[in-house]
């Protein structure tokens, strides 16, 4: 026979398990003001994580400026800085 050709499954062992019932849908009472307050709280969060993502960057161009201005320097003077 194939592979698992005359294997049966087992499943005794749930029969004892507890039955869970589906829980009743919450009921769906937005309304158009707190939707607008939704969105308007989603759009702060995102004008938040720009802001952050912009200050990172800045920061990011600025070591990348001074590491790149030392790399450009002669050896003799980045020994003696």
Do not use: C, S
């Not at 194939?2 to 009472?29: H, I, M, S």
């Not at 989603?42 to 990011?60: D, F, L, P, V």
């Amino acid at each position: 026979m194939g592979a698992g050709g005359e294997y049966k499954w087992n499943l005794d062992y749930v029969r004892g398990f507890p039955v869970r019932e589906k829980a009743e849908p919450k009921p769906q009472t937005a309304t158009p003001d707190d939707k607008v307050l939704k969105l308007q709280a989603r759009r702060k969060r995102w004008t938040t994580k720009m802001k952050r993502a912009e200050t990172a960057i800045k920061k990011i161009d600025k070591a990348l400026r001074y590491y790149e201005r030392k790399a450009a320097q002669p050896e003799a003077q980045r020994e003696a800085a």
